[in-house]
């Protein structure tokens, strides 16, 4: 699945020394769902190399959500990570400590 995301301030961007960092443009990313939900649990995907600021980055995506019975709004938490981190459960892939994080809009999810 490929996914169109926007980040967002939400909670800010910050490095894994916990250091506010700039919010990055707008990027696509491929990946696989390694916990299932509706949409997802959780996914997995390496930003392509390029010049965008996560270029490379391993990405764990976790929906943001008030409640679970709401729904999905599009909203996901992001954790970066320098190497492909643990999977398929996100507090396994937590183990390893993120390079950065941040927040995300899903603007669309193609098949």
């Known amino acids: 699945m490929r996914l169109q995301l926007s980040p967002t301030n939400g909670w800010g ?5 916990g250091e506010p960092m ?10 696989t769902v390694t916990q299932a939900g509706d949409p997802f649990t959780s996914v997995l ?3 392509p190399p390029g010049t965008h600021p ?12 008030t409640s679970f019975s709401l729904g999905f709004d599009g909203y996901c938490n992001l954790f970066g990570f320098d190497t ?12 390893d400590k993120p390079s950065l994080t941040g927040s ?8």
């Open 54 to 65: 996560l270029a490379g980055k391993w990405l764990i995506l976790t929906p943001r959500r």
């Open 22 to 31: 700039d919010v990055p443009p707008p990027f696509s990313v491929e990946v």
């Open 84 to 95: 492909r981190p643990h999977v398929p459960k996100i507090n396994e892939a937590l183990a």
């Open 104 to 111: 995300v809009q899903v603007d669309e999810m193609i098949d």
């Open 13 to 17: 961007w910050f490095n894994g020394a």
């Open 45 to 47: 995907g390496q930003v």
